[in-house]
């Protein structure tokens, strides 16, 4: 029993012990100013502090160290050093002169401290900030008791800017639509950027001048803010503020039913929450709240429908509505699962797959690009483009078929989009060139390796290695090489024929290969038209058919020519160098004609070197003593040429083209022609041989003597190649260099 009673005692003991040790351990914890004697200063009443008030003066009224005065660069501080309070006091504390120096600035700086009052606590006359600077500061007002005091526990004068802090109210509740923040006098300007504002009436009640709400958080017994005859609450887009009371949160209207002006409120931003009503927005007066509450932007536990101009977005997620850019980011941020009620949107819509949207903007609208009615509710999927198929080349890389969803950024191969893929993956890589097919590019000097698939050029181009005309790599063509083919007539020499064709031929392609080097340089400066081989303008003409690709066919002809067709002046320098009693037999013409496209683009006067040219005699013109030459008229001049005559055939030699005659005379006994007058005729004037040479008597003439004079040199019909000239970029196929001549002889008689 007794040690019962010892135990009993000893456990009192330790419950007292740790009661003591609790009470202490709470001691120093809370806060000095609620323990410390003389931490709390009392007063009877407000007063005015300026940038003039000296600390002796506030000694003097709030007490030895209770507020602390301090002045650096234009800008007063006002301290509070202990808890301050005027139960009874019957005005405020004002800061600032508004009538002699309302341009002043002023801080007040609660530094962890309380005003208490029983009137309005804080007024500005001033440029004032108040702040709190230690943290749990407070400006409290208790008016509770006194249904005649409609004001707030902080009234803005002049310019007011609220940074952090507490500030409550405890209003009369007659006084509903007072609250702890009010004005004065119109043009004021309040700014709250952050702070807690409390009453168990309104928070904000502003009748005159501007507020801008940046932040804080509002906490009313009633309304939340209140903007009545000339005042204008602003809660600009970047606001964080919220407003939370148990009414309506947003009321706007008069201040009196005789006024002619009422407050409005606009909100870009921010938190609204009633919690005991369905409505947003309330008014005083005979007003049109829609015309004095405008909402482009914030966040709202009620529907905002009604204040927001119908081109902004509204959208409800759970139980919140979102206006203008935060309805927008409620679209851009929703994922699978999420549910959207859309009342203002635009008519096309995308949204992440899996996202729940309900249409209730009054019209169709399209979701992820599918249709949804007026009242409709749909579960949206992907939004997918297709990119078609690309076959890679040789050098670019292709792509498959598929399908990029521009709402989760993904793709797939599928028009489903059940499969998916990289980017990366639906790179088809190139091929690269293939050149095992031995395909070949070429210019008339060199030839390079092409792409079996691409035909593009492959690695650096090579000289070509030309054997007999042909270029034993690539097969091109020499475009100076020129085969040579000769279809014999039977009544001349093929060595003969042979021979004059390849100095046609050789003359040709001279000319061709001259041409190719020349182009781009003036015609008449190039070597072969200053020696008088070709015209400057056949020349520029070869130059031109080269470059537009065209086949160059030479061809050699012997035209007969009738005597009216013969010009006068040929026609009498033949005349001056035939002998006296000499005969013109036939006009011929001898030309090497080049064609371009079978047309005629000029004549080669000139050859290389001379070539042989034989005329069958007519057999009618042949007799006893008779001799035959040619004469030539060439550039303005005329000569006889030296002709032999064998076996009933003329053959003479020339490297000009012109006019040409076969003339005869009949010869006297010992050689020398026949003159009028019986006289042999000497050397003619021209120096030329008075006569051909003759190795057999005319008369011998073969028995097809009596068919058209006619004489065939080297035709053919084989072509001289051109090739493509690389500079130019022309493609030029294997052209034909004929040399073909043929004497038709034209009976004149």
Known sequence: MENTRKAKGFLALGLAALLVACALALCAALPQSAWAAGETATATTGRTITKDTTQEELNTWAGEGAIEITKADDVTTVKLLKNFNFPNGKQPITFGDVLAAPDDVMVLDLNGRTISSTTIAVQSGCNLTIRDSAGRGKIF?????????????????????????????????????????????????????????????????????????????????????????????????????????KKVPIVAGKRYTSDTTAGQVHVAGGYFEGT????????????????????????????????????????????????????????????????????????????????????????AITVNGKA????????????????????????????????????????????????????????????????????????????????????????????????????????????????????????????????????????ASSVVEAAIGDIGKPAAEAELVKEGVVSAETYEAVQQAVQAGQTIDVVVEATPVLPEDVSAGDKDKVAAV??????????????????????????????????????????????????????????????RLATTVKDGFATFETDLFSTYALAYEDVAPGGQPVVPGGQPAGPDAGGQPAGPTTDQPATDQPADAKKPAAMALAKTGDPVS????????????????????????????
């Open 578 to 639: 035939v002998t006296e009693g000499g005969e013109i037999a036939q006009y011929l013409d001898l030309s090497v004609i080049l064609k371009a496209g079978n047309k005629e683009i000029g004549v080669i006067n000139k050859l290389d070197e001379p070539v042989k040219f034989t005329v069958a005699i007519p057999a009618d013109l042949v007799k006893d003593g008779r001799t035959f030459y040619v004469v030539r008229v060439h550039d303005g001049k005329a000569e």
């Open 276 to 363: 005991n009503t369905a409505a947003l927005v309330g008014k005083l007066g005979d007003v049109t709240a829609t015309e004095l509450v405008k909402i482009t932007g914030g966040t709202f536990a009620d529907s905002p429908v009604g204040y927001v101009e119908a081109s902004i977005p509204v959208v409800q997620k759970a139980a919140l509505y979102k206006v203008g850019a935060g309805a927008t980011a409620f679209v851009e941020g929703a994922v699978a699962g999420d549910a959207l009620t859309f009342y203002q949107h635009a008519a096309d819509i995308t949204v992440a797959e899996g996202v729940q949207i309900t249409n209730s903007t009054g019209a």
């Open 141 to 245: 007002m208790d008016t509770s008791s006194n249904d005649k005091a409609a004001f707030g526990a902080v009234i803005n004068q002049r310019k007011l800017t609220i940074e952090s802090g507490t500030f409550e109210a405890q209003i009369h509740e007659s006084n509903s639509t007072t609250g702890v923040i009010g004005s004065a006098v119109a043009g004021v300007e309040t700014v709250i950027n952050g702070g807690t504002f409390e009453s168990n009436c309104s928070a904000i009640s502003v009748t005159s001048g501007t507020t801008t709400v940046n932040g804080g958080v509002f906490n009313a017994g009633t309304y939340g803010v209140v903007s009545r005859h000339m005042a204008v609450v602003e809660f600009p887009a970047s606001s964080q503020a919220a407003v939370t009371s």
């Open 372 to 507: 949804v009615e007026n009242g409709g509710q749909v579960t949206a999927t992907h939004r997918a483009v297709k990119t078609d198929e690309k076959k890679a080349t040789c050098t670019e890389a292709g792509n498959i078929a598929y399908w990029h969803c521009s709402i989760c950024g993904k793709y797939y191969s599928d028009e489903a989009c059940t499969q998916e893929v990289t980017l990366e993956g639906t790179v088809v890589p190139a091929a690269g060139h293939k050149t095992e097919g031995g395909k070949w590019g070429s210019d008339w000097a060199s030839h390079w390796a092409l792409c079996d698939v691409c035909d593009v050029k492959v690695g650096e181009a090579e000289p070509h290695k030309f054997v007999e005309g042909a270029c034993s790599v690539c097969a091109a063509v020499d475009p100076t090489y020129v085969p040579v083919s000769v279809e014999g007539e039977g009544d001349v020499d093929a060595t003969e024929e042979t021979a004059a064709a390849e100095v046609a031929a050789s003359t």
């Open 722 to 749: 051109v090739a493509a000239l690389a500079a130019f970029a022309v493609a030029l196929a294997a052209a034909a260099v004929c040399v073909v001549a043929a004497f038709r002889r034209r009976s004149t008689r």
